[in-house]
Nanobody, 116 residues
């Protein structure tokens, strides 16, 4: 059984920072990519950032220069450092893991609220 445990969400003022973490446990082999999606109320889920096993990354245009994704392969953990947060970043953030030859696994979601 594969589990993804997210942490680090919360309430922050505009301009503030948060760091999300997502640890994958269970029988996972050959992870191709890990990353984060987010979904704001009334909007579709969108890709925020993705990182491959080799470390290649891509970030959504809306977060480039503010968010940075990283991972620790030994710990099967992916991180999202979020700086210069804005109200439009408010959403539920979901981590995902894509193993080779398997369906994608999803975390339960963590709420990020940016408000003064």
């Amino acid at each position: 059984q594969v589990q993804l445990v997210e942490s680090g969400g919360g309430l922050v003022q505009p301009g503030g920072s948060l760091r999300l973490s997502c640890a994958a446990s269970g029988s996972i082999l050959n992870i191709i990519a890990m990353g984060w999606y987010r979904q704001a109320p009334g909007k579709q889920r969108e890709l925020v950032a993705r990182i491959t096993h080799s470390g290649s990354t891509n970030h959504a245009d809306s977060v480039k220069g503010r968010f940075t994704i990283s991972r620790d392969n030994a710990k099967n953990t992916v991180y999202l450092q979020m700086n210069s947060l804005a109200p439009e970043d408010t959403a539920v953030y979901y981590c995902f893991v894509s193993p080779l030859g398997e369906n994608t696994y999803w975390g339960q979601g963590t709420q990020v609220t940016v408000s003064s």
